[in-house]
Structures are given as C-alpha cells and as structure tokens.
Antibody
C-alpha cells in the first residue's frame, strides 16, 4: 500500500529535542521532494520544511530555521525532522507529505504525529 | 510571503446544495493553487491541483476555477460525506502558504 507513516511524536519540555521519522512504502521515494506540514490544535495548516530528492536542497519556515533539520535516507525510504530548542508554539500535529511529480501538490499525507511542548 | 485569504470561514448548507469557497491570492500564482479536504481527526486529502485539475479518484462534483487572483472551489451537489474543512494552498513560491480554512457543515 502506498503510504507514509510517522513516528516519534510525544511530550517534551520547552527547550528540549525530538526527532520525527516518516517511513514511506510502495512508491519510488527517491524520486520525490518531501516535506513536513504542521497543524496546531484547532488551527490551520502550516508549511514547515521541504527537501529535494537527494537531500542537497532544504528549505524551512522562518520560525524554525536554525532549530529544525529535515533529512532523508533514500536507502531506507525514510524522512526525518530533527527538532531542537522546542517552544510551546511548536505544539502541533506534524504531517509527513509527498510532493507530487506533477503540479507542485501534496498528493500523499501521513496520519500525523502529535508533538506537545509543555512543562 | 504570498498571503491566501479564504472565505467564508464556515458555512452550513443542505444536502444537494451548490457550495462555493473562495481563496484570494496576494499575487498571480501561475496556476499553482491546490485545494485540500480535511475530515475531523484525519490528515488532509488532495482534491484539485493546478487550480482546476481534479486529482484521480476525487468525485466529479468537486471543481476548481479562477478569475484573476480569486480561486473558487465548487461542490456542485453537497453530500453528507463532504462534511470537512477545506483549505487552499499556493505553491508558486516558498513558503507554500495555506488559506485559513472553510468548515462545511450540513444543515
């Protein structure tokens, strides 16, 4: 089944770190740009980061630059988001997303991983 | 950043009604406009990309159009399973920005 499955979410204290993983199945992972999108409780969607097919291009939203790192392992069909210096405003469900081959669209989403930053 | 202004924030309609949701972009998007549907407690799901192209498997009652920098998602005949929040998103330039969402309810 073509799917994305996130893991690694949880409760972390302000200033702490967390690493999200996303396992891709049944598609050519190395052929796609990948990204992370987040959604704070009761709020809308917010783009977080993108990475190109071979990991040489990475882009971040301003508020996470220098704190978050997106990476990928094409041999293992996995996407990662390393999150450091976490803040309360980072509390959200984080979705792993696949950028479609045509149309600059998110054509596949994971089920989401909840990250809660609280003392 | 390109601002996406979506309206209305919520609406309620009867089954069978025609429903329209609008997104106004802060600049020309060169057709890079996508619509998503998010059902409660679920991840978003793509409906339409390139402003008017229906994603494979999406019912034909959904359609997209554009007039200048105003984009419209239309549900031609609202069904009970269409209860969801709908988001537009521009992918013309980073950061890819979303509209605020429109919550659709059935009367």
């Amino acid at each position: 089944e073509v799917q994305l499955v996130e893991s690694g979410g949880g409760l972390v204290q302000p200033g702490g770190s967390l690493r999200l993983s996303c396992a891709a199945s049944d598609f050519s992972f190395s052929s796609h740009w990948m990204g992370w999108v987040r959604q704070a409780p009761g709020e809308g969607l917010e783009w977080v980061a993108h990475i190109n097919q071979d990991g040489t291009e990475k882009y971040y939203m301003d508020s996470v630059k220098g704190r978050f790192t997106i990476s990928r392992d094409n041999a293992d069909n996995s996407l990662f988001l390393e999150m450091n210096s976490l803040r309360g405003e980072d509390t959200a469900v984080y979705y792993c997303t696949r950028v479609g081959s045509v149309g600059r669209k998110y054509d596949l989403w994971g089920q989401g991983a909840l990250v809660t930053v609280s003392s | 950043d390109i601002q996406m202004t979506q309206s209305p924030s919520s609406l309620s309609a009867y089954v069978g009604d025609r429903v329209t949701i609008t997104c106004r972009a802060g600049q020309d998007l060169n057709r890079f406009l996508t619509w998503y549907q998010q059902k409660p407690g679920k991840a978003p799901n793509i409906l339409i990309y390139a402003e008017s192209t229906l994603e494979s498997g999406v019912p034909s009652r959904f359609s997209g159009s554009r007039s200048g920098t105003d984009f419209t998602l239309t549900i031609s005949s609202l069904q009970p399973e269409d209860i969801a929040t709908y988001y537009c998103q521009q992918s013309h330039s980073l950061p890819w920005t979303f509209g605020q969402g429109t919550k659709v309810e059935v009367k």
